[in-house]
């Protein structure tokens, strides 16, 4: 299998983006136990377990924490959630702008509904994510990779 530096940055993208999902590494910053900033490094390693899981698990770390470290993190969560769906909405704006194709457009969505699906692993998710942009023929996946450098 021979792998580009596209396909690089694209499965990078792709990591680093599941891996920010659960604000982790700002968690780990402000979490006071070494026992529990261990368990957060781990989880931020995990590529095989549901994000859900990971997700309770998360959630069970930060129910111990002060009330403002639980604050500022759910207010990282949710500004994280705000700008993720706001920057969807942009480059579905944007698609449509161009001119793009509606299997474009469907594919960004499946990709979309695909990043919120948390019963899916990270490496669950980086897979269904490729089966989408490979269904595609070349000219829309040009497209779609297009938006993710922008």
């Known amino acids: 299998m021979m792998i580009n530096g596209k396909s690089i940055v694209v499965f990078l993208a792709t990591i680093t983006l599941s891996q920010c999902i ?23 390693k995990q590529d095989n377990i549901p994000r859900n899981e990971i997700k309770k698990k998360v959630d069970a770390i930060v129910q111990k924490q002060p009330s403002d470290v639980q604050d500022t993190y759910n207010a990282l969560l949710q500004a994280k ?12 704006i944007d698609l449509k702008q161009q001119g793009a194709s509606n299997e474009v457009l469907m594919a960004l969505e499946k990709i979309h509904n695909i990043t919120l699906d948390m019963s899916l692993s990270r490496s669950e998710e980086e897979k269904q994510i490729k089966a989408v942009k490979n269904s595609l023929k070349k000219k829309d996946r040009k497209i779609l990779d297009k938006l993710e450098q922008n």
Do not use: G, H, W
């Open 22 to 44: 659960f604000k982790i590494k700002d968690l780990q910053r402000m979490v006071s136990s070494a026992d529990d900033r261990l368990e957060l490094k781990l989880l931020n």
């Open 81 to 92: 959630e705000a700008k993720d769906e706001a920057e969807y909405n942009v480059d579905v």
